[in-house]
């Protein structure tokens, strides 16, 4: 049996561990782990379900009740580790990234407690339901704009004219970013997933790094210009007026790193999440003509799309003390991937889990937010966008199918998960509101459209314009 060797942190206590074969071949990057990471722990979660991963150095966490174990107890499992970059950086991708000045530090992902409760109970106000209502209104204009550009030509990539978009589009209005700001900011976010998460070549560590130094420099003058009048509108206003009164808990350098962290929170993340769920729902199509039926299921079928098809598929934590997950000892120093994707498909906690429901009881305990202290943030923002976009699309475009034969690409890394296309196609001629147009220039049809316009109506569903 092959035996590996981790050091504990502070490199006293040596552990010389016997791995299984399966353990000791298991690699994040490989293709089965890439293509779905529910599948490829499939045999750990039965065998195996704590695991030490030589060649990640990381403990493999894959049962439901262990994952949630490791996220509800942030100070055994400290999240200091989220953003740290699994490939280190050679010194002279280092070097790009101090000639911008780069000096990420921690935020609110990777902060510990006490402090990082304290800074999330003064941020959080923003993210609240009652407080999104406001946003619904201008978030559905900006969807039937982009829908708007592409539903005459009956065929389209989702991701690259629609998806990828509006989650940047709707985070920096969040934040309060204007407008000429964010367009040099959108072009370095994807930068980061790589950077983070990936494994990418030395030479391309030094492109990333170029891109990441200058993501950040140009966030660092966007929030320069914002802390100069800090009256404006939006979240990171509101951050820097609680740095002005509460410094000690808002740092300046949680600003400064938080101005670029959020965007990388917000937009790769809900991207993916709505692109996995329209994949998925169109290749249910029964799911999907329930929901055309009734979108009154959007919210559910969307907490299932999230457990079957999560965009965030794993996480991670660092052992702050000897510890215990799952029977299996964790030493001080330990890192932990915790597998979102394989909990949310655990027999244990999922009935048939392999199965897509979007009426299943308890789709809305998947872990692809997170769970305890840490949960996302802007899981409502995100429910919004999603919820918004299906609507749109179910009303205007409910005829699309998936193009046949496509192939689907994936960024190589541990933690983002989703296609970077994703085509579609339909027949323009069918598009309910150009039927309903030459319904309504044709008198002998009239009446009858005027009897399903009224049960249109009733479910509050009318078209564009309409009340
Ligand atoms: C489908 C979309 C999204 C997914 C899957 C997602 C997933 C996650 C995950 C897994 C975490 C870590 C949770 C933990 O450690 O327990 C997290 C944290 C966070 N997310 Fe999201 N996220 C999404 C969208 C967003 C959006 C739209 C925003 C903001 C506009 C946002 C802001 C945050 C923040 C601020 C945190 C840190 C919370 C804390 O540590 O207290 N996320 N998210």
């Known amino acids: 049996m092959p035996f590996s060797t981790i050091t504990g942190v502070r490199g006293i206590i040596a552990y010389r561990l016997p791995s299984l074969p399966e353990a000791a071949e298991f690699d994040p990057f490989d293709v089965p782990y890439q293509l779905d990471p529910a599948e490829a722990l499939r045999w750990f979660r039965e065998q195996e379900p704590v695991f030490y991963s030589p060649k990640l150095d990381y403990w493999v966490v894959s049962r439901y009740e262990d994952v949630k174990a490791v996220f509800r107890d942030n100070v055994t499992f400290s999240p200091s580790i989220a953003l740290e970059k699994l490939t280190p950086a050679p010194p002279e991708a280092t070097k790009i990234l101090e000639g911008y000045g780069f000096a990420m530090r921690r935020t609110m992902v990777n902060e510990d407690e006490p402090d990082h409760m304290e800074r999330r109970r003064l941020l959080m106000d923003a993210f609240l339901p009652e407080n999104l209502e406001k946003h619904e209104a201008w978030v559905r204009e900006l969807v039937r704009d982009y829908m708007d550009r592409f539903i005459d030509k009956g065929r389209a990539d989702l991701v690259g004219e629609m998806f990828r978009e509006i989650p940047m589009t709707v985070a920096l209005r969040f934040l309060g970013v204007p407008n000429e700001d964010a367009k040099e900011l959108r072009k370095f976010s994807v930068a980061h997933t790589l950077n983070t998460w990936g494994r990418p070549s030395p030479e391309q560590q030094l492109q990333i790094a170029e891109d990441v130094g200058q993501f950040w420099k140009t966030a660092q003058t966007i929030l320069d210009r914002m802390c100069a009048d800090p009256s404006g509108e939006g979240w990171m206003y509101d951050s820097i007026r609680m740095h002005n009164r509460h410094p000690d808990i808002v740092p300046e350098s949680y600003l400064r790193s938080m101005m670029m962290a959020i965007l990388v929170a917000a937009h790769e993340t809900t991207a993916f999440a709505t692109t996995n769920a329209f994949r998925t729902l169109l290749s249910n199509r029964k799911s999907w003509n329930d929901i055309c039926e009734n979108p009154a299921l959007i919210p559910s079928a969307i907490e299932e799309c999230l457990r079957a098809a999560g965009s965030v598929v794993a996480w991670r934590r660092i052992a702050t003390e000897d510890t215990l997950v799952g029977g299996k000892k964790i030493p001080k120093g330990g890192k932990l991937l915790i597998v979102q994707a394989s909990a949310n498909r655990d027999p244990r906690h999922f009935e048939n889990p392999d199965e897509f429901d979007i009426y299943r009881h308890n789709s809305a305990e998947h872990f692809t937010f997170g769970y305890g202290a840490h949960q996302c943030m802007g899981k409502n923002i995100a429910r919004m966008e999603m919820r918004i976009i299906l609507d749109e699309f179910v009303r205007r475009l409910p005829h699309i ?44 049809l009239f009446s009858y459209w005027r009897t399903y316009q009224g049960g249109y109506r009733a479910s509050g569903r009318g078209c564009r314009g309409e009340t």
């Open 401 to 444: 199918d998936l193009v046949e034969d496509q192939s689907f690409e994936y960024l190589p890394n541990t933690s983002f998960r989703g296609p970077t296309s994703l085509w579609v196609e339909w027949e323009p001629a069918q598009n309910p509101e150009r039927r309903h147009h030459a319904v309504l220039e044709n008198p002998t």
